[in-house]
C-alpha cells in the first residue's frame, strides 16, 4: 500500500523547472499559466530565491512542479492507496485525485496564496522552527510567552513550528531554549500562517473553495486538520477552509497513514522535506522523494522491492485489456484534461467507436460494445495516457 504525499511552501528552489523542459508532463505547465494568468514556465525556469519567496509564487510553482511529477509517474501506471499533503500539499493531493480538477486547483492556489500574502501585510507575522523539543513544551512554551504565537505546525517528533508576532516567536523561542530546545530556526515567510492571523484569508476562501465544489473521490485524503482520511467532497469545503487558521499536524498524518497499513510513502514534488519527516516519525519506513525525471528510474528500482501486483495497477500493465471475463475499461488516449459527453443513465449502451468524453480535444472512444457501467475518470480531473476512463460491461 502506497501513500502519495505533496510538499507545502518553502519546498520551491530556484530552476526546479529545468529538468522537466524536455519531459511530456511539462505540458501542465502551459495549461497551468493559462488559468492561473501568469507566466508559471518563467517562474520555474528563471525565478531567483527572492522571487520565489513571495507567497503568491513560491505556492503556484510548487503546486503545479508536484502535479508535473505526478504526472510522469502516473505515466509508469502507479497509483495510491492514500495521498496526504503538508499544508499547500493538501490541495495539490486533492487535485490529484480528482477531489478537485486541475482548473479549480490552479484557481484556487492562486487564490489562497493571494489571500494568505494579503493577511500577512494585513497582521505582520513570521514563524520558526523549534527543533529537539516534544510537542507539549512547545506549546508551554507559548503559553509562557503569554502574547499571541501559537503552535502551527507538528512536523515530526522533536520538529514543530511556531507563528505569531515577531515579539511573540521571539519569547517563545526563549521560553523553548529554556525548556531544552536545541535550536530555534526562523523560517522565511511573509506571515504567521495556521494561525489566527489567517482568519480573513480564511473568509476570503470561502466562496473560492464553494465554487470549486470539491468531489467525492476513491483515494481518501488524510487532512492536516484533523488527522483522518476523507472521500467526501462535502467535507473538504470545511476542512480547507479551517486549516488556514489550524495547525498542521503532518507528524499525526504520517501516524494515521502508517495505521491504514501504507507501507511505502512517495514524496512527489522538489525539496524532499517531506521525506525526511517520514523517517524521524515512522520508524523502519519506506520512503523515497521524486523531484526529477531521473528520480524516475530510481522509483521503479525502488518499487522492485515490493509486490509488484500491490503497486503497479493491472490497469496500467495491460492498457485496458480485460478486467474480469465480461468486464473491460476504455483507457484515455493521452494527457489533458477530461469532460464527459453524457451522463450514466441505468442502461447506458455504447457501441465500438462511441464517443464517451473528451481528453484535451482528443475523442476519448469506446474500443468495445457494451453497457456502460460507470465513469472512473471525473470531468476535470487531469489524465495521463492509458489512465482508467470508464469500466463497461461487454455484451
Known amino acids: 500500500m502506497l501513500a502519495f504525499t505533496f510538499p507545502g511552501q518553502g519546498s520551491q528552489r530556484p530552476g526546479m523547472g529545468r529538468p522537466w523542459v524536455d519531459h511530456e508532463s511539462w505540458e ?6 493559462e488559468v492561473a494568468g501568469r507566466d508559471v514556465g518563467q517562474l520555474l525556469l528563471d525565478a531567483d530565491a527572492d522571487e520565489l519567496k513571495d507567497t503568491r509564487n513560491a505556492q503556484l510553482t510548487t503546486f503545479v512542479s ?3 511529477v505526478l504526472d510522469a509517474v502516473e505515466r509508469l501506471g502507479i497509483e495510491p492507496t492514500y495521498c496526504a499533503g503538508h499544508s499547500l500539499g493538501e490541495y495539490t493531493a486533492l487535485t490529484a485525485t480528482g477531489a478537485l480538477g486541475f482548473d479549480d486547483g490552479v484557481r484556487l492556489v492562486s487564490e489562497r496564496s493571494a489571500a494568505m500574502h494579503d493577511a500577512g501585510l494585513a497582521s505582520p507575522g513570521t514563524m520558526a522552527a523549534v527543533l529537539g523539543l516534544d510537542d507539549e513544551d512547545v506549546e508551554v512554551a507559548c503559553r509562557r510567552a503569554d502574547t499571541e504565537v501559537w503552535v502551527a505546525n507538528f512536523n515530526a517528533p522533536g520538529q ?9 516567536v521571539t519569547k ?5 531554549k529554556e525548556l531544552g ?7 522565511a515567510v511573509s506571515g504567521a500562517f495556521h494561525t489566527p492571523y489567517m482568519t480573513s484569508a480564511r473568509d476570503r476562501l470561502r466562496d473560492a473553495i464553494a465554487a470549486a465544489r470539491p468531489r467525492d473521490t476513491e483515494v481518501p485524503v488524510v487532512s492536516n486538520v484533523d488527522a483522518r482520511a476523507h472521500a467526501t467532497g462535502e467535507e473538504w469545503s470545511s476542512l480547507l477552509s479551517a486549516q488556514l487558521s489550524s495547525p498542521v499536524r503532518w507528524k499525526h498524518v504520517l501516524l494515521e497513514l502508517s495505521q491504514l497499513g501504507i507501507t511505502g510513502f512517495i514524496e512527489l514534488g522538489p525539496g524532499g522535506v517531506l521525506t ?4 524521524r516519525t515512522i520508524e523502519d519506513s519506506r520512503h523515497i522523494s521524486v523531484a526529477t525525471p531521473d528520480d524516475l528510474d530510481k522509483l521503479i528500482d525502488w518499487l ?3 509486490d509488484h501486483a500491490a503497486t503497479i495497477p493491472e490497469t496500467a500493465r495491460h492498457e485496458g485489456e480485460h478486467l474480469f471475463a465480461v468486464e473491460r475499461l476504455v483507457v484515455s488516449p493521452g494527457a489533458g484534461v477530461f469532460t464527459r459527453r453524457f451522463d450514466l443513465t441505468n442502461q447506458t449502451i455504447v457501441d465500438v467507436g462511441t464517443v464517451i468524453g473528451h481528453v484535451g480535444e482528443t475523442e476519448v472512444r469506446s474500443p468495445f460494445a457494451g453497457m456502460l457501467q460507470s465513469f472512473i475518470a471525473v470531468d476535470g480531473e487531469r489524465l495521463t495516457p ?10
Do not use: Y
Open 28 to 33: 501542465l505547465v502551459a495549461e497551468a499559466s
Open 304 to 306: 522492485d522491492t515490493f
Open 276 to 279: 525526511g519527516m517520514v523517517k
Open 160 to 168: 514543530v513550528v511556531i507563528a505569531g508576532s515577531p515579539d511573540g
Open 172 to 176: 517563545a523561542g526563549e521560553h523553548a
Open 66 to 68: 508536484s502535479l508535473m
Open 181 to 187: 530546545a536545541k535550536r530555534i530556526m526562523p523560517l
Open 386 to 395: 492509458h489512465q482508467p476512463v470508464a469500466w463497461l460491461r461487454s455484451r
